[in-house]
């Protein structure tokens, strides 16, 4: 798996220990125990402990139980007794909302943290090019018609910045597109822990 849906993983199984301590579905202190786990893996440690190929069977139960078995491991070590994969960790949960829910939290962190500010500082570099470039004149297929159309002496050449208010246009649409699919990818399926969005702390 991407190191991105790995910690989205985690976070899960974060929030769901939160959950379920509260809940008095498992020791608060067994609780406890796999949030520190959750924790460690979120802040990019034991990933090479994650060998499960991102093609798997539907439900991603592979991997689901890949990362219970990982903290239950890690829990167990700082607990000083058996954290159970699927009893403890796995608690309330089902791999038919898990692993949805780590690919909805992955992608709406990858739209928020890369791609939407990657595309905003592009169009603000277009802009600034598009001003530097406005008395580079070049040579383009079709480049007489296209200056006439832009009120430019037919013949005079384009100049290099004249196409780039068109590309910081079209830039400013795809962030402002974008917008509103991040509340639907961050949404969550709404399985028994009913109180995993205050817990996830996304």
Known sequence: LEPAQIIALARIKRAAAIVNGEMG???????????????????????????????????????????????????????????HPNDHVNASQSSNDVFPTSVHIAVTGALLRDLIPSLEHLATALEAKAALWKTAVKAGRRHREYTSLRGQTPGAGLNLGCGQPEGVAQLVQNVRALAPPVPVQGQVKPGPLVQFHQAAGL
């Open 25 to 83: 579905i498992i020791d608060p202190a067994v609780a406890q125990a796999i949030v520190g786990a959750a924790d460690e893996i979120i802040a990019g440690s034991h990933h090479d402990h994650f060998p499960v190929d991102t093609y798997q069977t539907g439900s991603g139960t592979s991997s689901n139980m890949n990362m219970n078995e990982v903290l239950g491991l890690l829990a167990t070590k700082s607990h000083g007794a058996t954290v």
